[in-house]
């Protein structure tokens, strides 16, 4: 079914997620441009997340660059949300407010950005590590891009959402540690937040068929101790509920016909820390 008001994509209907938009190259082309300026946010931040900067500062750093690039971010005025940035602190799983607070020595930080570019969202986070980070945290780190590198590589053609999920959840319970149930990754385009949800766990084969022209997010949570998560009384702050650490990383993608393309890649080569500048 053809639908013009969303450029040149067509919908296959999902008995489970509903209507799941596939993108021509109008999609992907507008993703590129989105994805590659999300990228290039977390690329100008790189230096700047070291020990005594502020949060605050980093999310005005990041609205002024994405405005001076004639962009939007997506976060300012969602769902009441009023920051440019998430960014999540050690035992913050998500969606962590930019604050007057300082980064310190140690500690492992999410930087979470979505921008707008004519109308497409490039959404993308990373992890960074503050100073000198302990051994296991680096570990959380690591196995959590490793997590996201596994998913990615499962989405292609012929596979499922089930078989992103259970690549991430297996490498994650391989190394004890584990996935986060309460958010998931999502599509996304000229939406935000879109169908298809993409859970982080699963079972090979089940879940949504991917199609060639599917947009969708993974962004896997990883904790190093219990799943479980508790939101704050800001609304908005998503903790684990024992306190220990949780990481995570986050690419926007489209089913190709042989596999995916990654919107968000780093033009500056950053994959995970730590980070060559
Ligand atoms: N970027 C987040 C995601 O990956 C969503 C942040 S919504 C906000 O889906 F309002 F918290 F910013
Ligand atoms: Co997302
Ligand atoms: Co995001």
């Known amino acids: 079914m ?31 441009k989105a994805g590659r300026l ?27 660059f994405v405005r001076s690039r004639g962009a939007d971010v997506a976060t ?22 930019p604050s007057a607070k300082k980064l310190k020595d140690g500690d492992i930080v999410n930087i979470d950005v979505t921008v707008v570019v004519d109308g497409w ?26 997590c996201l590198l596994r ?3 499962m989405a292609k053609p012929g596979n499922t959402l089930g078989d992103v999920g259970h690549a991430i959840q297996r490498y994650a319970e391989q190394h004890r540690m584990t996935v986060v149930r309460d958010f998931c990754g999502h599509g996304l385009g000229q939406v935000f937040h879109d169908a298809p949800n ?18 969708f997010t993974i962004e896997p949570m990883i904790n190093l101790g219990r799943p479980e998560v508790k939101l704050l009384d800001d609304g908005w702050t998503a903790v684990t509920r024992d306190r220990q650490l949780s990481a995570q990383f986050e690419h926007s993608i ?5 596999g ?16 060559r500048f």
Do not use: W
């Open 2 to 32: 053809i639908d013009s008001a969303f450029s040149d994509a067509t919908l296959v209907d999902d008995p489970q997620e509903g209507a799941i938009r596939l993108h021509g190259p109008e999609g992907f082309a507008g993703m590129r």
């Open 254 to 258: 489209g089913i190709t016909e042989d």
């Open 76 to 97: 300012i005025f969602y769902r009441g949300y009023s920051h440019s940035l998430c960014i999540s602190v050690n035992h913050v799983v998500c969606h962590g407010i």
């Open 121 to 146: 969202h490039g959404d993308t986070s990373r992890m960074f590590l503050v100073g000198d980070v302990a051994l296991k945290a680096r570990r959380l780190v690591e196995v959590t891009h490793e």
């Open 198 to 215: 993409v859970v982080h766990i699963g079972k090979p084969g089940k879940g949504v068929p991917l199609r060639p022209g599917m947009f």
């Open 260 to 275: 995916c393309e990654v919107f968000t890649l780093s033009p500056a080569g950053h994959r995970a820390p730590p980070y």
């Open 38 to 64: 999300a990228a290039e946010v977390l690329d100008m931040l790189t230096p700047h997340v070291v020990p005594d900067v502020v949060t605050l500062d980093l999310d005005a750093m990041a609205n002024q």
């Open 151 to 153: 998913g990615i590589e």
